[in-house]
């Protein structure tokens, strides 16, 4: 079905869905993964946002039920160049079309991605548009400038859990103040996980490592989660702009110093928020399984897996109380800071991988010591 994708400067694309009629809008972004486009996909990061892959074939393994990183699809739209119908994977149990339809995303395919994605490159994430139903070109690019954008809004609302739940099992499961969180260790650390748009690849490690993760919604307050006397607690990621989120900062302000904190990607800019700093937005971010970052207390590189389109401004912050940790060596932005005095620190990155390479596990074991220190 002829689809076109118009961009808010007045470029055309002529693709086709694979997924029937629709309509989508949003900023339109690229992630650089050659594999994992299931877990991009239910990643709730992708909130408002539609998604090009730089990879040419998707398709070919299908969906399964167990690389869920969320319970849905979040980006609003999925283009690729090429979809393959016929998915030939012994763990394949949905073709990606079908797993599309059912969530209700539009699939594009059959246009150069390669050329949306240099363009993109060159002028920056911008807002889109792609139709089944308006094949008007000029006025397509007025419903894209249209659209709101993602600067200021906030975009955790719409995907924060309205209630808490525990990890167990392998799953979410409702329940408050770790009733029904578990995990196999004799003496587990309790951690309070902030919902942001969670990744469900984050509880898994943290059980993994013997802790019990507690599930809150973005807006709980600080009092109910000391409350709940948990040994650390985590941020996770989340869609839109941490400037835009409300409800959030004052209570990691409140919580810094009385528990270890760690924070992933939002996580990590809503505490550079709550330190003081600000946010900016980078030309057109990082996402992708292969971005070099080095950590500047081992001197070590790691390849890492991202998705992000905002950071932290180190200028913003005081060198007396914030330490860069981590840096990008593509373009040198912050990836990584920790408290002077506070046991806090947080990643701009995915060391949750899923998709993307392994090598950053071991800052879920530093969260682990931290707690243990602290403990
Ligand atoms: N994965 C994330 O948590 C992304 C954080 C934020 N929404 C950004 O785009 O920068």
Same mark, same amino acid.
């Given at each position: 079905?002829?689809?076109?994708?118009?961009?808010?400067?007045?470029?055309?694309?002529?693709?086709?869905?694979?997924?029937?009629?629709?309509?989508? !809008?949003?900023?339109?972004?690229?992630?650089?993964?050659?594999?994992?486009?299931?877990?991009?996909?239910?990643?709730?990061?992708?909130?408002?946002?539609?998604?090009?892959?730089?990879?040419?074939?998707?398709?070919?393994?299908? !969906?399964?039920?167990?690389?869920?990183?969320?319970?849905?699809?979040?980006?609003?739209?999925?283009?690729?160049?090429?979809?393959?119908?016929?998915?030939?994977?012994?763990?394949?149990?949905?073709?990606?079309?079908?797993?599309?339809?059912?969530?209700?995303?539009?699939?594009?395919?059959?246009?150069?991605?390669?050329?949306?994605?240099?363009?993109?490159?060159?002028?920056?994430?911008?807002?889109?548009?792609?139709?089944?139903?308006?094949?008007?070109?000029?006025?397509?690019?007025?419903?894209?400038?249209?659209?709101?954008?993602?600067?200021?809004?906030?975009?955790?609302?719409?995907?924060?859990?309205?209630?808490?739940?525990?990890?167990?099992?392998?799953?979410?499961?409702?329940?408050?103040?770790?009733?029904?969180?578990?995990?196999?260790?004799?003496?587990?650390?309790?951690?309070?996980?902030?919902?942001?748009?969670?990744?469900?690849?984050?509880?898994?490690?943290?059980?993994?490592?013997?802790?019990?993760?507690?599930?809150?919604?973005?807006?709980?307050?600080?009092?109910?989660?000391?409350?709940?006397?948990?040994?650390?607690?985590?941020?996770?990621?989340?869609?839109?702009?941490?400037?835009?989120?409300?409800?959030?900062?004052?209570?990691?302000?409140?919580?810094?110093?009385?528990?270890?904190?760690?924070?992933?990607?939002?996580?990590?800019?809503?505490?550079?928020?709550?330190?003081?700093?600000?946010?900016?937005?980078?030309?057109?971010?990082?996402?992708?399984?292969?971005?070099?970052?080095?950590?500047?207390?081992?001197?070590?590189?790691?390849?890492?897996?991202?998705?992000?389109?905002?950071?932290?401004?180190?200028?913003?912050?005081?060198?007396?109380?914030?330490?860069?940790?981590?840096?990008?060596?593509?373009?040198?932005?912050?990836?990584?800071?920790?408290?002077?005095?506070?046991?806090?620190?947080?990643?701009?990155?995915?060391?949750?991988?899923?998709?993307?390479?392994?090598?950053?596990?071991?800052?879920?074991?530093?969260?682990?010591?931290?707690?243990?220190?602290?403990?």
């Amino acid at each position: 079905m002829k689809t076109l994708i118009a961009l808010e400067d007045g470029t055309i694309y002529e693709g086709r869905s694979f997924t029937g009629a629709g309509e989508a !809008v949003g900023e339109i972004v690229f992630n650089t993964s050659m594999s994992g486009y299931q877990e991009v996909l239910t990643d709730p990061s992708y909130t408002g946002q539609l998604v090009t892959m730089t990879y040419p074939l998707i398709g070919n393994y299908g !969906v399964n039920p167990e690389d869920m990183e969320s319970a849905r699809i979040h980006p609003m739209a999925f283009l690729v160049k090429e979809y393959n119908p016929i998915p030939s994977n012994f763990r394949s149990t949905q073709t990606l079309a079908d797993f599309l339809i059912d969530h209700g995303v539009i699939g594009v395919h059959g246009f150069d991605t390669r050329a949306l994605v240099r363009h993109i490159r060159t002028v920056g994430a911008m807002k889109c548009i792609v139709s089944t139903e308006d094949l008007d070109p000029a006025s397509l690019v007025e419903r894209a400038k249209s659209w709101s954008g993602l600067v200021g809004q906030d975009m955790v609302k719409r995907v924060t859990c309205t209630e808490p739940y525990g990890w167990a099992d392998n799953k979410p499961v409702p329940g408050t103040n770790f009733a029904t969180a578990r995990c196999d260790a004799d003496t587990p650390l309790k951690v309070v996980a902030f919902d942001f748009g969670l990744k469900y690849n984050q509880p898994r490690l943290l059980v993994e490592r013997g802790c019990q993760v507690q599930v809150v919604p973005a807006t709980t307050d600080a009092a109910t989660v000391l409350a709940m006397n948990p040994d650390g607690i985590f941020l996770s990621n989340g869609p839109g702009d941490p400037a835009g989120v409300e409800g959030v900062v004052e209570t990691i302000r409140t919580l810094l110093g009385k528990k270890p904190i760690f924070g992933i990607c939002l996580g990590h800019q809503m505490l550079g928020l709550a330190y003081g700093g600000s946010t900016y937005k980078l030309k057109f971010g990082h996402r992708g399984g292969n971005q070099p970052v080095k950590d500047l207390t081992t001197g070590h590189v790691e390849i890492t897996s991202q998705n992000h389109g905002f950071c932290v401004d180190m200028n913003s912050l005081s060198a007396d109380e914030v330490e860069l940790t981590h840096i990008n060596l593509n373009d040198n932005s912050c990836e990584g800071m920790r408290h002077k005095k506070f046991p806090a620190f947080s990643v701009q990155y995915h060391p949750e991988h899923a998709p993307g390479p392994h090598d950053a596990l071991y800052l879920f074991d530093r969260f682990i010591e931290m707690m243990r220190a602290h403990s």
